[in-house]
């Protein structure tokens, strides 16, 4: 309770911070969720007081898509209570390994370490202009003095980029964004030749004051040594690529792979298992 304290008063109060702690990460967060504005819930002891404080809150708060959730609302199920008085086997069979998750988690069971936020690297440079940015070739010799300063950084020296953010701040006050994700890490000549190409077809709302680059994605990879007789490491390495390339643009992998669990389970969902594909 001391440490939820702590934590509370570490966040400006006017943000209204609700901390809430538990036997595992979902009885924590809907203990923040019933905690009062400003405030802290403990919900102390194991699985069985975890699963008491569970069970008269809605099915509505389990980490689930919407109509999964509708489903379980259409069949009666409307309290994680409801849900955890049911056979596992039953819930899995209904609703394959996502169901069985969601029986855990309203029993009070959640074994999922916490993990922290990572926070990404990144090099920011910002430019007020002389006179208004009205056109492209403007813009391109702003972003290019950006680019020399940012490379010229020590967090920069020998490293390339995947992302790159170009932000500006219009005459009138209003705000102009524009996003690039590289399908190869770039350095600065690179980035500029990529910027380039993705500004032609770009109109800009209205002049330009200010301009920041924001760079990130930040990586030590400068060549690529291509094999010549392994395929299969070829695949790898493009695979693992296109992975580092979708989560630089989603903030997330969106890919999975299928891995063996219980293999002699008469249910097919419980048999294999989709894990987050990290190369």
Known sequence: ARAAERLRQAVPPVLRPRVGVGPGRFTAFVAARQARPGGTLVVTGGEAEAGAFLAPQPVALLPLPVEV????????LHGLGELARLPRAAIEARFGAEGGRAWLLASGRDERPVRPQVREERVVEQLTLAAPATNRE??????????GRAFAQPALRGRQV?????????????????TLTLRAPADGARLLEALGHRLQAVMLPGPLEELTLELAGLTQEAARQETILDERADRARGLAEATRYLVGRYG????????????????????YALISYEP
């Not at 959730?69 to 009666?76: A, C, V, Y």
């Not at 953010?165 to 005459?171: M, T």
């Open 252 to 271: 997330t992998s969106p890919l999975a792979r299928i891995v063996g669990v219980e293999s002699w389970s008469r249910i097919p969902e419980r048999r």
């Open 162 to 178: 995947r992302r790159a953010r170009v932000l500006g701040v219009l005459a009138d006050g209003g705000s102009w964004e524009h």
């Open 69 to 76: 959730i509708r489903r379980l609302e259409r069949l009666g």
């Open 138 to 147: 403007t813009l391109l010799v702003a972003l290019r003095q950006l680019a």
